[in-house]
């Protein structure tokens, strides 16, 4: 068992089952990230059809800011999975993730807006458009050539996603940047501990 997982709170068969799915891919796909994330993408809209249960305190937002609970993290730190939670009104600053990423909407809307770095901009940044995405709704969020974004919760309730990533994201420091001036910084998303 790996060290970031929670042993006190446990998932669903359907969650073991498509954690097995993420493994195989990784593993079978390799370095390719445009197969290995539409492959995980669709393990991922299967398990929300079925119907995702998380544990409440794998899904309880902070006062403060967005968290991630780890659900699962390979030994390896070849990818993880998280419980990703905003509270109403709560966003992320702009920043990119350093790997591939794939999540899926369990509850609450998302508010989505995507960059990419542009030199020529004032702020060294071009902004891409926005999307929403509501509960089942499933997408590839980054792979590395296509990285950046900034995301909050857009309704009256809490957002609680599912997020894979290719790689410990807890742990993998990522670049947030300013959208005022261009300057960015070295940050770590760490993972966050359910009160239980």
Same mark, same amino acid.
């Given at each position: 068992?790996?060290?970031?997982?929670?042993?006190?709170?446990?998932?669903?068969?359907?969650?073991?089952?498509?954690?097995?799915?993420?493994?195989?891919?990784?593993?079978?796909?390799?370095?390719?990230?445009?197969?290995?994330? *539409?492959?995980?993408?669709?393990?991922?809209?299967?398990?929300?059809?079925?119907? #995702?249960?998380?544990?409440?305190?794998?899904?309880?937002?902070?006062?403060?800011? @967005?968290?991630?609970?780890?659900?699962?993290?390979?030994?390896?730190?070849?990818?993880?999975?998280? $419980?990703?939670?905003?509270?109403?009104?709560?966003?992320?600053?702009?920043?990119?993730?350093? /790997?591939?990423?794939?999540?899926?909407?369990?509850?609450?809307?998302?508010?989505?807006?995507?960059?990419?770095?542009?030199?020529?901009?004032?702020?060294?940044?071009?902004?891409?458009?926005?999307?929403?995405?509501?509960?089942?709704?499933?997408?590839?969020?980054?792979?590395?050539?296509?990285?950046?974004?900034? #995301?909050? *919760? *857009? $309704?009256?309730?809490?957002? #609680?996603?599912?997020? #894979? @990533?290719?790689?410990?994201?807890?742990?993998?420091?990522?670049?947030? @940047? $300013?959208?005022?001036?261009?300057?960015?910084?070295?940050?770590?998303? *760490?993972?966050?501990?359910? /009160?239980?």
């Amino acid at each position: 068992m790996s060290t970031h997982e929670t042993p006190d709170l446990t998932m669903d068969t359907a969650f073991d089952e498509f954690v097995a799915a993420v493994e195989q891919e990784v593993r079978s796909v390799g370095d390719d990230e445009q197969a290995v994330t *539409a492959a995980i993408a669709g393990h991922l809209q299967t398990w929300l059809g079925r119907g #995702v249960v998380i544990p409440e305190p794998l899904r309880a937002p902070h006062d403060d800011h @967005y968290v991630m609970y780890p659900l699962h993290v390979a030994e390896d730190g070849s990818f993880s999975i998280a $419980s990703a939670v905003w509270n109403v009104g709560q966003e992320t600053p702009v920043h990119d993730h350093g /790997t591939w990423g794939v999540i899926g909407i369990v509850s609450g809307l998302e508010k989505e807006k995507r960059f990419v770095p542009d030199v020529a901009s004032a702020n060294g940044l071009s902004f891409l458009g926005e999307d929403f995405l509501r509960p089942g709704d499933v997408e590839v969020c980054c792979t590395t050539d296509q990285d950046v974004h900034a #995301v909050s *919760a *857009a $309704s009256d309730e809490p957002c #609680v996603g599912i997020h #894979v @990533y290719g790689a410990d994201i807890g742990t993998l420091p990522r670049r947030a @940047y $300013s959208e005022d001036d261009g300057s960015t910084r070295t940050f770590v998303s *760490a993972w966050a501990a359910p /009160t239980v």
